[in-house]
């Protein structure tokens, strides 16, 4: 083999290996990478919030829903719907008096127990998104807003009846109630169980912006 035709072999190999190379890290962009590092960088975004509150309806709206949807491997969601209300107990009877009535604490109740019955996120996002864009009637938004979803609203209504759903509004009116600083504004949104990660203001302007500055992977949806 003459030098040339050395030269002419070198070259293409060395074409091959730049364009095989680029061909993985176009691949470990959009997607690889992220799939891999899943269960590294998660942030926990938990959002006090309460179902006729009209904050609460435009955060979930049009901050969480798309935020998670572009974010999803990188966000835990939970989701506590209480607000503002207050647990009165007396003997083995739960009651609560709600910010916006006692529509409202039936409406939270309702979260609840989809929240406890659609394991899903992204579902059980859907859901309460539906929901709070209307809430005045509860128990009719919780029926469309299922049937919308292909879900069956039965269990979720039958839990929000009965002492089940007050159990678990009880059990998320601790959660807010315990937090520290104690809540001020609805909704209060702690990013890994902090509220002051990034301040409160700017979480409620831009959430996916928040959390692009603390995630320690930056996914590519941050750019
Ligand atoms: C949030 O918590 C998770 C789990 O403990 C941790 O892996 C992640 O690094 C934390 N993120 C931030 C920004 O603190």
New binding site residues.
Partial sequence: MNARYTKLLVLIITIIILYKTFHYFQLTEDGNIEEEIED?????VSVHYEALCPDSKFFISHQLLPTYRDLTKFISLDLIPYGKAQTIENDNEIEFHCQHDAIECFANKIHACVIEKINEPLVQLEYITCMIKDNHIPDEAGEKCGRSLNLDYSPISECASNAEGSKLLKKHGERTNSLNPPVKFIPTIE??GSQN?VSQPQILKDLKSALCT???YKPSKCS
């Fill in positions: 590294i960088g998660k942030v926990t990013l890994n990660l603390v995630l320690n």
